[in-house]
């Protein structure tokens, strides 16, 4: 004989699986306001990494360019080391034309022994800077 199920076993069922799932929707509510506070809390972190990513990029930025200006500068006292140079030739070629036309003259003028001694001093002066700049 088939048992009867009557309209109140039903409702009462029902009613414990109301309870169920109503208890079942409270644990989801709980993991949701978890979620909710760990999302907070990943996008906080999300926010820092990108000012420290915006914040190594401009350190990255400020470093190329004095990176660049010192590039600049060694190309400027390489050009002024090479001019220097040069002027230093020149005035050395001038001293040994002057000292050769003085080796061969029996009476020095008091003027151009006094130019003689600039250009050397010159010279020397010169020849010093170059000596300072190529031990730097």
């Known amino acids: 004989m ?3 199920v009557t309209l109140k076993q039903i409702f009462d069922k ?3 699986h109301d309870g169920q799932f109503q208890n079942i929707d ?3 509510n709980g993991i949701n306001e ?3 506070s760990h999302d907070k809390q990943f996008a906080n972190v999300a926010k820092q990494i990108f000012n420290l990513e915006d914040s190594i990029k401009a350190d990255i930025g400020q470093l ?3 990176i660049r200006d010192m590039d600049n500068n060694s190309d400027k006292f390489t050009q002024d080391m090479e001019l220097l140079k040069q002027e230093y030739h020149m005035i050395t070629a001038a001293l040994r034309r002057i000292e050769g036309q003085i080796a061969g ?3 020095l003028d008091a003027g151009m022994v006094s130019d003689v001694k ?3 001093e010159r010279a020397v002066s010169i020849e010093d800077r170059l000596l300072v700049l190529e031990t730097h």
């Open 14 to 16: 029902l009613t414990e």
């Open 2 to 4: 088939p048992t009867k």
């Open 34 to 36: 978890k979620l909710a």
């Open 64 to 66: 190329k360019d004095r």
């Open 118 to 120: 600039a250009l050397k």
């Open 105 to 107: 003259l029996s009476a």
């Open 26 to 28: 409270r644990q989801f």
